[in-house]
């Protein structure tokens, strides 16, 4: 993996960039004493080499256990419950794996939205389907996917009877708290547990990733192999020139500091959208606090070029990109000859489809940094767990250095309880009635 940050230096100078080393030399020293803020979530940070060749064996005892039998596996999860094993397999899947009879089992998502329609019409595929499902909450108490499992268990039971339900079931919880776990003890599920030291966006190489992506057939050692080939070097260096995540953290705190508040993460393969969702959880929730952070979002090119290509263009300068470029691509296709031109294409043709992308990239870095928008560049030479592993770990490592330089917690996320303690107040939740009679006074008074 590469970075290269030669696209922003219009914006800061190299030294901005190199008055940032000695502070990330120092945060580093305090991931690895655990010294920092939040130091109790630092678990993640040896996952890559401290995950149990037993966790292993389980994940992959489960896999031939259900897999031969299922056509759709079913990832009942959240926010960080989720997001990372969504990323990792839709950039490693065939694009049309539902459509292709031998990709068995497919992977399909529930419990992370409150969509009525999403659900019937989830049961109403999974009526004709033979699936099974793992359920994924490190609280155990998370609503969205405690009001999916509930409907999905019944919809289990319904079919296969409660004792072969109970076959088709993994819950990957807290070892000990929450109803999520308390269920799994009455009812027998096979069960995972998500270490108290890492937290949600830093779980997915823990089971909370590696189940579902083995079950989708991701080689989950190769994924943990580029991440601890990354850790290692990351560990290893401390200067901005050899520490990729010294670099991108310094980078996008200067361009912070010159009002560049919003990050693009920019893909060029429509196969790493959910990579960039991944990206955004982990930078959103780890550095939008305390009124400060960049606000992370995201863009598939060259699709957006076309939606969102002015606005970036041309629009507030309150911009940066992140470009994630993939050297080589799986599969190879040239733009055909036609004798007749009609379409005016013949100067593609012979052309590899990679190759015009890689232009259409090119072109939009040099008009972007031409229109005001800094760009980073990271590069990857293919998609595969491997490299996804090493991106995974770097994005992690780089989010802890670059929230620290912020001076904030990068490891907790104490504003997602608003929107529940909203909620639970209008759903009238029991223990809630105090809240519950205030909102809605509050709400009889805006409606006035
Ligand atoms: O990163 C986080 O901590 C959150 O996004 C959680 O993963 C998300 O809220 C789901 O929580 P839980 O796993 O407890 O259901």
Redesign the pocket.
């Known amino acids: 993996m590469n970075i290269n940050v030669s696209q922003i230096l219009d914006f800061v100078k190299a030294e901005d960039l190199k008055a940032y080393e000695q502070d990330l030399a120092n945060y580093q020293q305090a991931l690895q004493k655990k010294t920092g803020v939040g130091s109790e979530f630092l678990g993640w940070i040896n996952l890559p080499v401290s995950v149990k060749d037993e966790i292993i064996t389980t994940v992959k005892d489960d896999v031939r256990r259900l897999a031969p039998d299922i056509d759709v596996f079913v990832v009942i999860?959240?926010?960080?419950?989720y997001l990372g094993a969504r990323a990792v397999n839709e950039a490693l899947k065939h694009s049309f794996d539902q459509l292709i009879p031998e990709k068995k089992p497919v992977i399909l998502y529930a419990g992370n939205n409150i969509s009525e329609d999403y659900l019937v019409d989830l049961m109403e595929v999974l009526d004709q389907k033979d699936y099974a499902l793992t359920v994924?909450?490190?609280?155990?108490?998370?609503t969205e996917?405690a009001i999916a499992f509930r409907l999905l268990r019944d919809h289990l039971e319904q079919k296969y009877g409660k004792t072969n339900a109970r076959k088709r079931i993994i819950a990957i919880t807290d070892k000990e708290k929450g109803a999520l776990r308390q269920l799994t003890k009455q009812e027998g599920y096979s069960s995972y547990v998500?270490p108290d030291d890492v937290?949600?966006?830093?779980?997915v190489l823990t089971p909370v990733g590696l189940l579902p992506l083995a079950m989708g057939g991701a080689n989950i050692e190769e994924l943990l192999k580029g991440a601890a080939d990354m850790r290692e070097h990351l560990n290893m260096t401390n200067t901005l020139e050899d520490n990729e995540a010294f670099m991108y953290a310094a980078a996008r705190n200067a361009l912070y500091h010159k009002k560049k508040s919003t990050e693009i993460m920019v893909a060029f393969e429509p196969q790493l959208q959910y990579f960039t969702e991944w990206w955004k959880?982990l930078y959103g929730?780890s550095e939008g606090k305390e009124g400060k952070g960049i606000f992370p979002a995201s863009v598939s090119f060259t699709t957006d070029l076309h939606s969102l290509g002015q606005y970036i263009q041309d629009g507030e300068r309150i911009l940066f990109e992140t470009v994630v470029h993939v050297d080589n691509p799986k599969r190879k296709m040239q733009v055909p000859d036609d004798g007749h031109n009609l379409d005016k294409l013949n100067y593609l043709a012979g052309k590899n489809i990679h190759s015009i992308n890689h232009k259409a990239e090119t072109g939009t870095i040099l008009a972007h940094v031409d229109g005001g928008i800094p760009v980073i560049q990271l590069s990857i030479p293919e998609i595969n767990e491997y490299y996804l592993g090493q991106l995974i770990f770097f994005f992690e490592y780089a989010c802890a250095l670059s929230g620290y330089l912020l001076g904030v917690n990068p490891f907790d996320?104490p504003g997602?309880e608003a929107y529940k303690n909203n909620m639970f107040a209008l759903l009238s939740k029991p223990g809630y009635e105090e809240q519950t009679e205030q909102i809605m006074k509050k709400i009889a008074e805006q409606s006035k």
Do not use: F, L, M, N
């Not at 994924?136 to 998370?142: A, F, L, M, R, W």
């Not at 937290?199 to 779980?203: K, L, N």
């Open positions: 999860g959240i926010g960080g419950s994924i909450s490190k609280s155990g108490t998370t996917p998500v937290g949600g966006r830093y779980s959880q929730e996320q997602v």
